[in-house]
């Protein structure tokens, strides 16, 4: 669990705090994103949390104990952390990089080369393929996994992720997102994410937060957060076409009713609603079958499903 109580923080010279007066709660076991415009606080407040920056005012508490009371480096080496840049080592090999933690804290030799092995099964790469390459030899995709891989590596409890995904192509990387949002949802780490990306937060989080000018403005669940935005900064900012994201969060097998549809488009139960809706869009039909089951899914359904609360300016 990582906990914010009336943290603040000011840079010297600046005439406004970076970070002022936050208070948030990421649940053990959750991902909480952090989200808002450039320079609202979201990257210190993050790096408040592994003391990459220190908070001038409030406190900071991973598993109840303060942030500020633990050793840096120790405290450092019992999260895990992933950047933009990667910051994979250029002259070590992939399991010289994945292996960097456990290294430091002393691990046998025999247990970093079997951990780096089952590291690299989890994030979607071969052992016997990349453990010896070096990090110029692999894909921007690649290379992201290796940077996921190195930062559970000692198995820490609470992962912080700074814009993640933002050196990696569009075409990888939604596919990167589902795929490292399901392997941190199953092993159960407390994760804190910063992303520009709005969809990446709507995808990866179980929480989202957005802050504004050094505050939070909202912190709820993704689809609280696009239903009912706390005001018309936050409608602004998740956009005008909130309603599809909403339906892109919702599976198939949430809203379908059970029915018989001869002679209909089927349709996955794991497919988004936002998918379903471009299925019927493209074959001219307002009901789908879903694939393998006794089930329909209307057009009526996916309305209901993806309507959104009127937001009243403040």
């Not at 992720?161 to 795929?179: S, T």
């Not at 869009?281 to 057009?299: E, Q």
Request: charged share 25%.
């Amino acid at each position: 669990m990582i906990r914010f109580e009336g943290v603040s923080k000011r840079f010297p010279g600046a005439s406004a705090p970076a970070v002022e007066n936050l208070d948030l709660l990421v649940p053990e076991g959750t991902t909480c994103v952090l989200i808002g415009p450039s320079g609202c606080g979201k990257s210190t407040t993050l790096r408040m949390v592994n003391r990459l920056i220190d908070p001038d005012a409030g406190r900071i508490t991973v598993a109840g104990r303060d942030v500020t009371a633990a050793d840096p480096i120790a405290l450092r080496r019992g999260i895990g952390y992933v950047l933009q840049g990667i910051g994979l080592f250029p002259h070590r090999s992939v399991a010289r990089n994945v292996a960097t933690v456990p290294e430091l804290l002393g691990w046998p030799k025999g247990r970093i080369a079997e951990r780096v092995d089952a590291m690299l099964d989890l994030v979607g790469l071969e052992p016997a393929t990349y453990r010896d390459r070096r990090p110029d030899a692999l894909s921007g995709g690649q290379r992201q996994r290796v940077g996921v891989a190195r930062a559970l590596a000692a198995d820490p409890p609470v992962l912080l992720m700074d814009e993640p995904f933002g050196a990696v192509d569009p075409v990888a990387r939604g596919r990167l997102q589902a795929e490292i949002g399901a392997i941190l949802r199953r092993l159960g780490k407390t994760v804190l994410i910063v992303t520009h990306d709005i969809d990446e937060a709507m995808l990866m989080g179980d929480s989202v937060a957005l802050m504004r000018g050094g505050r939070l403005v909202q912190a709820d669940a993704p689809q609280a957060l696009l239903a009912a935005p706390a005001d018309d900064f936050v409608a602004a900012f998740v956009g005008q076409d909130r309603a599809l994201r909403r339906l892109a969060l919702l599976t198939v097998s949430k809203v379908a009713e059970p029915g018989e549809a001869m002679g209909e488009p089927e349709i996955a139960a794991e497919a988004s609603l936002r998918d379903a809706l471009s299925t019927m869009l493209a074959r001219g039909c307002t009901r789908l079958a879903v694939t393998g089951v006794p089930r329909i899914l209307t057009l009526d359904a996916i309305r209901e499903a993806g309507a959104l609360v009127k937001v009243e300016p403040r």
